[in-house]
């Protein structure tokens, strides 16, 4: 019979420790929205589980001079609640309270959302638009990548096995530079992203692109940066033309699958869509700053 | 009293009461199916397949057996070989063999998530880990999932004894095609040459689960003495203790099924998956057995209603009169005979006068789980095809809507195309007060557009019993038979207080086992508040009569000189003698001295079922990029006969509606190659959610039923049966793209968007 061991470590090297020896396969517990899910159906059966959120750090948010640090495992709900790091950060942050309910909102969190590794994490575009950065511990100390190189195909992560995600950083944002993050989902809330696009831009005062990162969700293996489609919008303001060269480049950058929640064409057009609705709410946050 | 006009001197029947159920419901204290324990209780769990069909060669239980903890395994070797036989239990077709191979495969399984056995175990996950040690040997076999694939010849025949029933001649050999109706009047040759425009569809709509929050549950004793007891959400404990009865070899009188509240039904449960089988592994274990399925069971194993093909060809003149329609409906049943073709072959023109009509309808086995009844069985299907299509035709002709179906509309002394003449309906003053409704003003900007779409469903009557008790306060306790999936223990109270003239919170309505209420048909075709609503009237109307009986003896008068009114009993007039008037609870205190207890029962078998009609029309908004649609407003009418509580019957309305457009926009069952179900959860089988929709305005309209003593008519089935059509028709009003498959998902949608070029 199935009878895995839990541990709550309440240090760093504690828990790395117990990654690090554990016999069998071991996960990382955060919010355990996904975890708990798939191992009630079977689909994930670690024999170790490690529950990081009483470690120091994993949990809450602190406005640094490198950036917003933000625990872990620290639950949408608070990150929501966090006026500094929503007014810096609304894309980010609107992104991870889309993930399931309020109740679901209670725990899960950006950890859990981008080491789940599916493709249409709501979470992961915003944060990796945003150029936020992961803090991994482990037992040759701690080491920072963008998220980004997270995620390396479907399930799985470039996190060794006695590795876990710390915190993240999300750098400040400073001047005209604002963010956004829509997804389509077939309801209005509850539901997985069939397409999710992240958008962050920095402007001049004329209102022209002057730096620009486009992240496509659900479209891909993984999370994708799509460097055509920043580029499409670099040097230009938001017109016609230069939206249409945006919708191009995010289609083109498209390599989804066709399965029971949206076909390629389905994806690929959407992907186009979402870039301009997304790039639209980016710019003008952008502008209005 | 029992003067339906007089509605103004009704004092209960059209009030709003709190429902005597509800704050158990909302702090959550109510008792549903897998709530009950019994002393020694264990747990059981089911073994699935996970082919769509397959050959059963052999089961090995030996390691399952010798997990510690688990208490017994079963399989088809340990359940009656049951001989064929037709049902008459439960709603809808069902033959007692294809129900007990359905909770238990016999030789051969035919979908995936079909019972191959069951164990019970000390504790759940000891059940689970030894339901992972049976070992199954299968042969695969070639499926067919598809009901247009399944009746192709060299199609993966299921059954080698099923044989088309209703053709001529008499077919020679076995078929996935179970049976063939067909309702006809007129001459449609002659209907057809008579029209100015014909309008010739093929629409397709996808199976849809009832999708009750609560999964099936029971708990379930077989005793050393052969005393059964289950306690289980269902929508009949009787059709539960039947079924139980014969698919083990039971004695009626040995056991007792024990209502437990029910977390939705929709017909859903209307039949048994897990009772059997709790009692067979109790049997075997000697204990009490709680069974439970997850969400993922629900979908792979139980309902769901079926998906199918629609055929219409419809004929009409330039000012819109219908000279003639045609309708094939081609049902899935699952894995055994059975779908509702029938009734959707008789509802589908039911709103309308034609003279010249046919309805086709065809029964086909594929390899998917049995369907059951959801909500007017067949009905929303068929209707999706002819509601969509009048809807062109009205849009070819350059008619509105509701003129087109107000020309057409059947009305009292119309003979339905299944039999009948309609008497007592309000299919006409549902159109009439759907045109006059604000929502038929409103304003619609770009991409956005209105449908509208009617409905039938027939209601029904039948079997119930109640029965009466006055406390000795003047309280009363009022048993039903008939579990509450609607709201039903509060109308049933406010029947008897209305009667008695008295506050309906005296009255405490119950839900009886078998043992403690006479038989009651299942809750299903909208017959509670119609027949058990007559049999509460019938017992309150003896108690009244007992009542006065007793005033009489009291003041020492003949009983026909003692009038009821407002809970006391008078001296009718003034040669009956100067009484000061004797209330309930008087009376009551007085019970033992007049006679004892004063108790009464009502026992009918209904008739007279008034069938409802509804009119709906939906205002969506489409995005033209994505293909999403959003339901901006939604109007739906119906003919209620008499609402005797107005909340539930609106909850009633847009329930039904909800389901309604779930069906329409997003709800599907999505198979892999193989054969398995893909999207066995509630993540990936899309119901709306509460953010998806506007405030649905249930408009009551109230034509009485005179055979019911307030003149209700059954009202949850109506509602279900319009939306996808009044979805489909306001689509096309503001995109001009005709959806003729459902569900209308984003993907489909963009897609036809696109292909249209608009």
Redesign the interface.
Known sequence: ??SPTYAAPTTVDEAVGLLANASGSARVLSGGTDLIIQMR?GRLRPQTIVDIKNIAGTIGIREEADGWHVGAATPGAEIGENAGLCAAWPGVTEAVQLIGSTQVQGRASFAGNLCNASPAGDSVPGLVAAGAKAVIAGKNGKRTIPVEQVPVSPGRTSLAADEFIYEFIIPKSSGKTADAYLR?I???????A?VGCGVCVTLDNNGVCTAAKVSLGAVAPTVLVVDAAAKALIGNKLDDATLAKLDAAAQAACNPISD????I??RT??AG?LARRTAAIAFSRAAAR | MNDISLKDALKVVGTRPVRPDGVDKVVGRAQFGGDATMPGMIFGATVRSPHAHARIKKINTAKAEA?KGVKAVITAADMPEIVSEEAFVGEGPMNFRDLSNNLMARDKVLYDGHVVAAVAASSM??AK?AAELVEVEYEVLPHVIDEIEAMADGAPVLHDDVFTAGVDPKPTKPSNVAKRVEFAKGDLAAGFAAADKIIERTYKTAPVHQAYIEPHACIAAYNADGQCTVICSSQGQFMVRAYCAKLLGIDISDIRVVPAEIGGGFGGKTLVYLEPLALALSRKAGRPVRMVMDR?DVFRGTGPTSGGTVKVKLGAKKDGTITAADAEIILQAGAYPGSPMGPAAMCCWAMYDIPNARAVGVDVVSNRPKVAAYRAPGAPISTFGTESAVDEMARELGLDPIEMRLKNAAKNGTKALYGPTFQNIGYVETLEAAKAHPNLQAKLGPNQGRGVATGFWFNIGGESSASLAVNEDGTLVLVSGSPDIGGSRASMAMMAAEILGIEVEHIRPIVGDTASVGFTFLTGGSRVTFATGMAVCEATNEVVKQLRGRAAKIWEIDVEAVEWRDGSAYPAGDNAGKFEPLSLADIAAKAARTGGPITAKGAVNAQGAGPGFGTHVVDVEVDP????VKVLRYTAVQDVGRAIHPSYVEGQIQGGTVQGIGWA??EEY?YTKDGRL??ASF??Y?V??A??LPAIDAVLVEVPNPRHPFGAKGVGEVPIVPPMAAVANAICAATGVRMTSLPM???KL??AI?AAGK
Do not use: C, W
């Not at chain 1, 029971?260 to 076909?263: D, L, P, Q, V």
């Not at chain 2, 990029?625 to 999403?628: A, D, M, N, P, V």
């Open positions: 019979m199935y159906s389509f077939p309801r209005t809330e509850m539901d997985i069939v029971k929640r949206g076909t064409e389905f057009k959407v869509v | 997990l996950s000891i880990a993922v990029e994505t293909g999403h926009l997003n999505i893909d999207n993540l990936d899309r709306p959610v953010s998806d998902s984003p993907p963009k897609a696109d």
